[in-house]
């Protein structure tokens, strides 16, 4: 079965500095790799998705994330945090026909001012 | 463009009350889901349906059915309410042509006391 593991439930970084949000992934069929992001009392909207073209995906609101096979790693970054960043970010896997996704238990970020 | 509606948005239920959780979603995706959300443990698929009259077990289904007797309605009906089912329960939907990305409901509160 997939999985995903987010190494830090909580992440806090100052206005600015860089995000870094860690996700690795056990699958053992080629994966699709997603991020999404959940505000307060929203559902999930998706930040970006791998599936098997480019390695280094760009999403929305300047974030991206690369795919690394030899790490089973699918990070997420954004250069230069705002506080409008300030959410709740899971991490998911899924095969080819969308039936088994999995997710990853969430990273809050908090951002500073 | 409504997406994805959930009602009722909260609930209060008594232990042993049933009660049916809405979804209906208006783009014509084949693919729609449950999951419910605790905190710390990210979502976890209670069933889906790949299309009309076919549904299926995810991973946490027990206390749980759904049926699909049209594509934009997907209802979730909780039989005997228990404490353990106090959760936030989203719906959602995709087409295969959409490589994964879920579209998420905003979200159902349900409280068993």
């Known amino acids: 079965a997939q999985s995903v593991t987010q190494l830090g439930s909580h992440v806090s970084v100052s206005e600015g500095a860089l995000v870094l949000l860690r996700c690795n992934y056990s699958s053992s069929v080629p994966p699709y790799l997603f991020w999404y992001v959940q505000y307060p009392n929203q559902g999930l909207q998706l930040l970006l998705k791998y599936t098997s073209a480019a390695t280094l995906v760009k999403g929305i609101n300047g974030f991206e994330a690369e795919f690394k096979k030899s790490e089973t790693s699918f990070h997420l970054t954004k250069p230069s945090a705002h506080m409008s960043d300030a959410a709740e970010y899971f991490c998911?896997?899924?095969?080819?026909?969308?039936?088994?996704?999995?997710f990853g238990a969430g990273t809050r970020l908090t951002v500073k001012p | 463009n409504a997406g994805v509606t959930q009602t009722p948005k909260f609930r209060i239920l008594k232990i042993g009350q049933s009660m049916t959780l809405q979804c209906a979603q208006d783009?014509?995706?084949?693919?729609m889901y449950w999951y419910r959300q605790d905190p710390g443990m990210g979502l976890k698929l209670i069933y889906y349906?790949?299309?009309?009259?076919?549904?299926d077990k995810g991973e946490v289904p027990n206390g749980y059915n759904v049926s699909r007797s049209t594509t934009e309605d997907f209802p979730l009906r909780l039989e005997l309410a228990a404490p353990s089912q106090t959760s936030v329960y989203f719906c959602?939907?995709?087409?295969?042509?959409?490589?994964?990305?879920?579209?998420f409901g905003e979200g159902s509160r349900l409280t068993v006391l």
């Open positions: 783009m014509n995706h084949n693919y």
């Open positions: 998911a896997v899924s095969s080819v026909n969308n039936n088994d996704m999995r």
């Open positions: 959602a939907s995709t087409d295969i042509l959409n490589t994964g990305e879920l579209f």
């Open positions: 349906s790949v299309g009309a009259g076919i549904t």
